[in-house]
Nanobody
Framework: QVQMVESGGGLVQAGGSLRLSCAAS????????MGWFRQAPGKEREFVGI????????YYAESVKGRFTISRDNAKRTVYLQMNSLQLEDTAVYYC???????????????????WGQGTQVTVSS
């Protein structure tokens, strides 16, 4: 199992940037695909993007494609979410999550992820 702690959230003006970090524990971090999700008040948890265990492939939701970038540093057991050109509708609590199974591609469904961080708040103001 992998345990994660997110950081880097905060208040930013529309059009600005933030970089979220997700620090993981466990020596098997490099064997899990990692995903980012977000949840706005009153809404369901939404898929943001995913990166393979090796970091050589990523996939994004249409709503963030071209603006957000996921990367990882397996030596540091950390996955990142670089968010550029932030919009008001990006306001949410952002969560990182580890795939339920090693060396798997869990896709975009939350139930395919077995470990979750506690979340970090991102607020975009006008």
């Amino acid at each position: 199992q992998v345990q994660m702690v997110e950081s880097g959230g905060g208040l930013v003006q529309a059009g600005g940037s933030l970089r979220l970090s997700c620090a993981a524990s466990g020596r098997t971090f490099s064997t899990y695909a990692m995903g980012w999700f977000r949840q706005a008040p009153g809404k369901e948890r939404e898929f943001v993007g995913i990166i393979t265990w090796s970091g050589d492939n990523t996939y994004y939701a249409e709503s963030v494609k071209g603006r957000f970038t996921i990367s990882r540093d397996n030596a540091k057991r950390t996955v990142y979410l670089q968010m550029n050109s932030l919009q008001l509708e990006d306001t949410a609590v952002y969560y990182c999550a580890a795939a339920r199974h090693t060396y798997s591609w869990p896709g975009y469904r939350p139930e395919a992820f077995g470990s979750w961080g506690q979340g970090t708040q991102v607020t975009v103001s006008s």
